[in-house]
């Protein structure tokens, strides 16, 4: 399986943009780039997700390298409630979505 | 759309007796997802259906884990002669259909085998 690799925990102010970035050199061709957020005793909440083409909806940015071997999520403008786990990860196959360990996010007021 | 309901939340076993989990997927979503999270690490995959087909089931992590989903409605995750490793919370995910589509999880259910 591919497999993604992050940074432990990253630290942001609130109201500033944030980049939390995932590599993944392992990617397959045809493995969908997958970000979730997880906040404690709840399930993973999904974010955005895409292939090739950097995305945008509501939540967030999504930043795709030309070579897919790595990804930044982007939230334009930090709020305290955006403290949370964030997981980049990837899926394709027959294997459902590889999670890797995540970034916790920390927002300072 | 209410979401994808988990029952219990919780749940607390004596070693060595059986569990089963339920999950009412979104009504709309032809999948359903598994996974397994412990502590300070991603969801790991287990498996997972299309409509009531259970397409990949070699992630199971042993013969003791096995999952249903009659009909292709809701499904049902059972656990036999629980041990103090399978202390997990366990999700559940429904979807419109691969990944080229979101995922959207329960709340999952919290198992302690004590």
């Known amino acids: 399986d591919a497999k993604t690799t992050q940074p432990n925990s990253m630290e942001s102010n609130e109201e500033e943009p944030v980049h939390l970035p995932c590599n993944h050199s392992t990617i397959s061709g045809t493995d969908y780039i997958h970000w979730y957020r997880q906040l404690p005793s709840q399930g993973p909440e999904y974010v955005i997700h895409g292939l090739t083409s950097n995305v945008n909806n509501r939540m967030a940015s999504l930043a795709i390298a030309e070579d897919r071997k790595s990804s930044t999520l982007i939230l334009h403008r930090a709020t305290l409630r955006d403290a949370a786990v964030y997981y980049c990860s990837l899926g394709g196959g027959a294997d459902g979505l590889t999670f890797g360990k995540g970034t916790h996010l920390i927002i300072q007021p | 759309d209410t979401g994808v309901s988990q029952d219990p939340r919780h749940k607390i076993t004596k070693r060595g007796q059986n569990v089963t989990f339920r999950c009412d997927p979104i009504?709309?979503?032809?999948?359903l997802y598994w996974y397994r999270q412990t502590l300070g690490q991603g969801p790991e995959f287990l498996t997972y259906?299309?409509?009531?087909?259970?397409?990949?089931k070699s992630r199971l992590l042993s013969d003791r884990f096995s999952a249903e989903r009659p009909k292709g409605s809701f499904s049902t995750l059972e656990i036999q002669r629980t041990e103090q490793g399978d202390s997990a919370m366990y999700l559940c995910?429904?979807?419109?259909?691969?990944?080229?589509?979101?995922?959207?999880f329960g709340s999952g259910t919290r198992l302690t085998v004590v």
């Open positions: 995910a429904s979807s419109w259909g691969g990944s080229n589509y979101g995922y959207t």
């Open positions: 009504s709309e979503h032809n999948r």
């Open positions: 259906f299309q409509n009531e087909a259970q397409l990949e």
